[in-house]
């Protein structure tokens, strides 16, 4: 199956700097990626919709001035957690489908924020 | 909306047990269906899938039908080994968008 490779795993950073993530389809071509987070013990809410070469579309009550999505192409899309809080602590995970029908999607190992 | 319910964990089984897990649908468009599992620490990884009413998808051992009629896509295992301890997802398309719709997840300890 088609491989999305999301860096890094894990990140521990101080309250107030950013942390940017990385995500990656590494053998097919995304329009479309999606990134969700993931509290503890719980499922995955969408934060937002990511299209290549345009502004990413966010879901109600994400910030988006948190939480910057860039989509420069086809096969890479970046989130920047923007001024970390410790509430910002979390799993995030993205995901990428192929053009066109009900395909799966993808998704890629998951990032454990930690901020400390 | 669009939502997906599972049955509520954790599953406790000892192994070569019978499992089900329950998961129905609301059933607005023509949503595809999906179970994934996520094991600790990863990411999702997709176990199966029926894009269609009375499709069954299956891998692993793993089984899950399509029913329109009861908008339900339970999963089932007839022997589960503990490998198979790991959070499970139901999970469907979304009505007029790409993205996905989780259910909250069960999940699942096989002892041995």
């Known amino acids: 199956g088609a491989v999305v490779s999301q860096h890094p795993s894990r990140v521990i950073c101080k309250s107030g700097t950013s942390v940017k993530i990385e995500c990656r389809s590494l053998?097919?071509?995304?329009?479309?990626m999606f990134w969700y987070r993931q509290f503890p013990k719980q499922s995955l809410m969408l934060m937002a919709t990511?299209?290549?070469?345009?502004?990413?579309?966010?879901e109600q009550g994400v910030e988006k001035d948190k939480f910057l999505i860039n989509h420069a192409s086809l096969t890479l899309s970046t989130l920047t957690v923007t001024s970390a809080h410790p509430e910002d602590s979390s799993f995030y995970i993205c995901?990428?489908?192929?053009?066109?029908?009900?395909?799966?999607?993808?998704f890629g190992q998951g990032t454990r924020l930690t901020v400390v | 909306g669009d939502s997906v319910t599972q049955m509520e964990g954790p599953v406790t089984l000892s192994e070569e047990a019978f499992l089900t897990i329950n998961c129905t649908y609301t059933?607005?468009?023509?949503?595809?269906l999906f179970w994934y599992v996520q094991y600790p620490g990863e990411g999702l990884q997709l176990l199966l899938k029926a894009t269609k009413a009375d499709d069954k998808g299956s891998n692993k051992g793993f089984e899950a039908t399509y029913r329109k009629e009861t908008t339900s896509f339970h999963l089932e295992k007839g022997s589960v080994q503990v490998s198979d301890s790991a959070v499970y997802f139901c999970?469907?398309?979304?009505?007029?968008?790409?993205?996905?719709?989780f259910g909250s997840g069960t999940r699942l300890q096989v002892q041995p």
């Open positions: 990511s299209n290549e070469g345009s502004k990413a579309t966010y």
């Open positions: 053998d097919f071509q995304a329009t479309t």
């Open positions: 059933a607005t468009g023509y949503p595809s």
């Open positions: 995901s990428a489908r192929y053009e066109g029908g009900n395909t799966e999607a993808f």
């Open positions: 999970a469907r398309t979304d009505t007029g968008r790409r993205a996905l719709t």
